[in-house]
Antibody, heavy 122, light 110 residues
Framework: EVQLVESGGILVQPGGSLRLSCAAS????????MSWVRQAPGKGLEWVSV????????YYPDSVKGRFTISRDNSKNTLYLQMSSLRAEDTAVYYC???????????????WGQGTLVTVSS | QSVLTQPPSASGTPGQRVTISCSGS????????VYWYQQIPGTAPKLLIY???QRPSGVPDRFSGSKSGTSASLAISGLRSEDEADYYC???????????FGSGTKVTVL
């Protein structure tokens, strides 16, 4: 059974930094692209980043480009999201998501974690 | 503001058919496959339809998807109370070089 367990969400001040983690199990982690998708309170889904199976290819939307960095450690079956220069509008539940393919390009999301809440507020 | 446009709400009585639209453009729906996700309140999204009209194993055949030009739609036939949820369409956008989601549609079973 695929399991994705996020951690690291906390209350952080504007301008601060934070790293989220996602522990994956139930599948061969190193063979799949992975992504982060967020959902602000009461709002819709917003894609945040994607990384290829070996980590060599990443994509970001303009809303987080230059502030967020996605990475992975295939030896630990763990996905990360390093967030910096955080803003109030980054407040959201962050979901760790598995993709069906390897390179993250024109792919789709098949399994989602339960999410971790990041609150950016002073 | 979402790149893909969905109606904010849809409703029906048990047993009825409900259809949700998803409108995009040539750079997204016009050239890429569409996916649909169901999110029951308080839970994570779940894949409902992939590659426009394919159902993952375990998804009832009451759910069906279609795509034409720059629009897609999700149909729920034989509506049931457990279908009350938010539904999102998604695809890749060639211009933005990233994934885009619809604004979401809340389905209510009356």
């Amino acid at each position: 059974e695929v399991q994705l367990v996020e951690s690291g969400g906390i209350l952080v001040q504007p301008g601060g930094s934070l790293r989220l983690s996602c522990a994956a199990s139930g599948f061969t982690f190193r063979n799949y692209a992975m992504s982060w998708v967020r959902q602000a309170p009461g709002k819709g889904l917003e894609w945040v980043s994607v990384i290829s199976d070996r980590g060599g290819r990443t994509y970001y939307p303009d809303s987080v480009k230059g502030r967020f960095t996605i990475s992975r450690d295939n030896s630990k079956n763990t996905l990360y999201l390093q967030m910096s220069s955080l803003r109030a509008e980054d407040t959201a539940v962050y979901y760790c998501v598995k993709l069906i393919g390897t390179d993250g390009y024109k792919d789709y999301f098949d399994y989602w974690g339960q999410g971790t809440l990041v609150t950016v507020s002073s | 503001q979402s790149v893909l446009t969905q109606p904010p709400s849809a409703s029906g009585t048990p047993g009825q058919r409900v259809t949700i639209s998803c409108s995009g453009s040539r750079s997204n729906i016009g050239t890429n496959d569409v996916y649909w996700y169901q999110q029951i309140p308080g839970t994570a999204p779940k894949l409902l339809i992939y590659k426009n009209n394919q159902r993952p194993s375990g998804v009832p055949d009451r759910f069906s998807g279609s795509k034409s030009g720059t629009s897609a739609s999700l149909a729920i036939s034989g509506l049931r109370s457990e279908d009350e949820a938010d539904y999102y369409c998604a695809t890749w956008d060639d211009s933005l070089r990233g994934y885009v989601f619809g604004s979401g549609t809340k389905v209510t079973v009356l």
